[in-house]
C-alpha cells in the first residue's frame, strides 16, 4: 500500500486542522496509507511519523490550530537537514508528502520537490501574501477576528471621543490591515508596503475631527516602518502639539487562534481534497490554492521565495472611504 504523509508547518493558521481531515479521509478513500508528521519540518527531519487514520481526525474540523503541531525550522532551510529529511521520507517509504503552509513552508516544499520527492502544497497564512491563491486557509477568520476587535474599541473611542490605534499581524504584508481598515472604518492604513509619516497619520486624524467625527480608529501593521510602537512614541512625545493622545491595542497572535468560520472549513476541505487527487494522479510539486473562485494547482518553482504584492486599491479604497 502506497504511503501519504502530511506535515503542517510556519505559522498555526485557522482551517489547518480542517486540510489535515480532508487530505487523511481523501487519502483513505483512494487507499493509501496516511501518515501525520508531527512539529513541521523539525518533526520530519527526526522522523516523527504518526499513523493517521479517518479516526485520528474525527472532530476536528472546528477546531483552530494544527492538532499535528508546527514550529519554524532554521536547521531545513540547510543541506544536510533537507539531507536528513528525505532520508526519513525514504527510510519510512513515503510515496508523497503534502505540505500545508505559507511562504516558507512551501519553498521548503520546493526544495524537496527538486531533489526527487513527490510534494503537494496547501496554501495556508493568515496573512494571505502566498503566491497562487487569491486566499489562503486561515485569511478570513483572522479578518474576523481583526474586525471583531475593531468594532468593540470603536464602541469605546465613541464613548471617551478618542483615538485608537489598532495593531494587526502582517510582518511583510498590509493584506490583513488594509481590508480591517475597510471593513471596520477605520480613519487611517499603515501598512509596510508603504512609508507612511506618523505626521500624515496625526493630520488624518485630526482632518477626521475637522469633518465632525468625534473619535478615530487607525490599523497598523506589525511590520510597517512606523509600528504601534513606533507611532505610540510619537504620539506621546507630540501629545501637546497634537491636541489629542492615541490609545494602543495589540491583537497579535490572538488574531491566529480563532475558530475557523465556514469559508476557511470549506476552503481548507476542498485544498485537502484536491491536494490527495493531484498525488493520485502522479501531478507533484505544485501549490493548490484558490484562484478565480475555484481551486488550481500552481507550480511550486512560481511560489517558493516569493511574496503576493498588496493590492493598491485596498489602500487607495481605504482612504477614500474614511472622509
Given at each position: 500500500?502506497?504511503?501519504?504523509?502530511?506535515?503542517?508547518?510556519?505559522?498555526?493558521?485557522?482551517?489547518?486542522?480542517?486540510?489535515?481531515?480532508?487530505?487523511?479521509?481523501?487519502?483513505?478513500?483512494?487507499?493509501?496509507?496516511?501518515?501525520?508528521?508531527?512539529?513541521?519540518?523539525?518533526?520530519?527531519?527526526?522522523?516523527?511519523?504518526?499513523?493517521?487514520?479517518?479516526?485520528?481526525?474525527?472532530?476536528?474540523?472546528?477546531?483552530?490550530?494544527?492538532?499535528?503541531?508546527?514550529?519554524?525550522?532554521?536547521?531545513?532551510?540547510?543541506?544536510?537537514?533537507?539531507?536528513?529529511?528525505?532520508?526519513?521520507?525514504?527510510?519510512?517509504?513515503?510515496?508523497?508528502?503534502?505540505?500545508?503552509?505559507?511562504?516558507?513552508?512551501?519553498?521548503?516544499?520546493?526544495?524537496?520537490?527538486?531533489?526527487?520527492?513527490?510534494?503537494?502544497?496547501?496554501?495556508?497564512?493568515?496573512?494571505?501574501?502566498?503566491?497562487?491563491?487569491?486566499?489562503?486557509?486561515?485569511?478570513?477568520?483572522?479578518?474576523?477576528?481583526?474586525?471583531?476587535?475593531?468594532?468593540?474599541?470603536?464602541?469605546?473611542?465613541?464613548?471617551?471621543?478618542?483615538?485608537?490605534?489598532?495593531?494587526?499581524?502582517?510582518?511583510?504584508?498590509?493584506?490583513?490591515?488594509?481590508?480591517?481598515?475597510?471593513?471596520?472604518?477605520?480613519?487611517?492604513?499603515?501598512?509596510?508596503?508603504?512609508?507612511t509619516d506618523p505626521e500624515n497619520v496625526a493630520?488624518?486624524?485630526?482632518?477626521?475631527?475637522?469633518?465632525?467625527?468625534?473619535?478615530?480608529?487607525?490599523?497598523?501593521?506589525?511590520?510597517?516602518?512606523?509600528?504601534?510602537?513606533?507611532?505610540?512614541?510619537?504620539?506621546?512625545?507630540?501629545?501637546?502639539?497634537?491636541?489629542?493622545?492615541?490609545?494602543?491595542?495589540?491583537?497579535?497572535?490572538?488574531?491566529?487562534?480563532?475558530?475557523?468560520?465556514?469559508?476557511?472549513?470549506?476552503?481548507?476541505?476542498?485544498?485537502g481534497a484536491a491536494a490527495v487527487e493531484h498525488?493520485?494522479?502522479?501531478?507533484?510539486?505544485?501549490?493548490?490554492?484558490?484562484?478565480?473562485?475555484?481551486?488550481?494547482?500552481?507550480?511550486?518553482?512560481?511560489?517558493?521565495?516569493?511574496?503576493?504584492?498588496?493590492?493598491?486599491?485596498?489602500?487607495?479604497?481605504?482612504?477614500?472611504?474614511?472622509?
Amino acid at each position: 500500500m502506497r504511503r501519504i504523509a502530511v506535515l503542517t508547518s510556519g505559522g498555526d493558521a485557522p482551517g489547518m486542522n480542517a486540510a489535515t481531515r480532508a487530505v487523511v479521509r481523501t487519502g483513505a478513500l483512494h487507499g493509501f496509507e496516511m501518515f501525520g508528521v508531527l512539529h513541521g519540518y523539525a518533526g520530519l527531519i527526526a522522523g516523527s511519523f504518526t499513523p493517521f487514520g479517518p479516526r485520528n481526525v474525527g472532530g476536528i474540523i472546528h477546531q483552530g490550530g494544527t492538532i499535528l503541531g508546527t514550529s519554524r525550522c532554521d536547521e531545513f532551510r540547510t543541506a544536510q537537514g533537507q539531507r536528513e529529511a528525505i532520508e526519513q521520507i525514504c527510510r519510512k517509504e513515503i510515496a508523497a508528502l503534502i505540505v500545508i503552509g505559507g511562504n516558507g513552508s512551501q519553498t521548503g516544499a520546493h526544495a524537496l520537490a527538486a531533489q526527487g520527492i513527490p510534494v503537494v502544497g496547501i496554501a495556508s497564512t493568515i496573512d494571505n501574501d502566498l503566491v497562487g491563491t487569491d486566499v489562503a486557509i486561515g485569511t478570513t477568520t483572522a479578518l474576523d477576528i481583526a474586525l471583531e476587535a475593531v468594532d468593540r474599541l470603536r464602541v469605546t473611542a465613541s464613548s471617551h471621543q478618542r483615538a485608537f490605534l489598532v495593531e494587526v499581524m502582517g510582518r511583510h504584508s498590509g493584506h490583513l490591515a488594509a481590508i480591517t481598515a475597510i471593513a471596520g472604518g477605520a480613519e487611517a492604513v499603515v501598512v509596510p508596503e508603504h512609508l507612511t509619516d506618523p505626521e500624515n497619520v496625526a493630520q488624518q486624524i485630526r482632518a477626521s475631527r475637522e469633518r465632525g467625527k468625534s473619535h478615530a480608529i487607525v490599523i497598523v501593521a506589525e511590520g510597517a516602518a512606523h509600528n504601534a510602537e513606533s507611532l505610540s512614541r510619537y504620539f506621546t512625545e507630540h501629545a501637546e502639539r497634537l491636541g489629542f493622545e492615541l490609545r494602543v491595542s495589540r491583537l497579535g497572535h490572538i488574531q491566529r487562534g480563532g475558530v475557523p468560520g465556514v469559508f476557511d472549513r470549506m476552503l481548507a476541505t476542498q485544498l485537502g481534497a484536491a491536494a490527495v487527487e493531484h498525488v493520485a494522479s502522479g501531478a507533484f510539486d505544485v501549490l493548490m490554492g484558490w484562484r478565480n473562485g475555484q481551486i488550481g494547482a500552481t507550480p511550486l518553482a512560481e511560489v517558493a521565495g516569493r511574496s503576493k504584492a498588496l493590492d493598491t486599491r485596498l489602500l487607495e479604497l481605504a482612504n477614500a472611504l474614511a472622509l
